[in-house]
Nanobody
């Protein structure tokens, strides 16, 4: 299984970006996909997650109301729409997957990772 994250960039405070996680090599539909981010000098933290078939979504408190997550089963892509971005949203964003229906909060719960895409929000 491979994940390819894209869509990062430089945006001003209040702007929007859409991140895309493209999955290949999936052998079933039972994969939860999450987004994590890592700011310089900080631990990698969970941002959002979507369960198999998009039944349930989860968001970190810091992004609730600003970010949405969706998935297209036919194309094996997960989208993270980020609105009203803030400088504290700056970091490298990674998508990660696990071979199970449900989401999980910890990094070690995920079996495969994409390479990351940089998001920079200027003040």
């Amino acid at each position: 299984v491979q994940l390819q994250a894209s869509g990062g960039g430089l945006v001003q405070t209040g702007g929007s970006l859409r991140l895309i996680c493209a999955a290949s090599g999936l052998t079933s539909d039972y994969h939860a996909i999450a987004w994590f981010r890592q700011a310089p000098g900080k631990e990698r933290e969970g941002v959002s997650c979507i369960t198999s078939f998009g039944v349930t979504t989860y968001f970190a408190e810091s992004v609730k109301g600003r970010f949405t997550i969706s998935r297209d089963i036919t194309t094996n892509t997960v989208l993270l729409q980020m609105n009203r971005l803030k400088p504290e949203d700056t970091g490298v964003y990674f998508c990660a997957g696990r071979t199970w229906y449900t989401c999980a909060p910890r990094r070690i719960d995920y079996d495969y990772w994409g390479q990351g895409t940089q998001v920079t929000v200027s003040s």
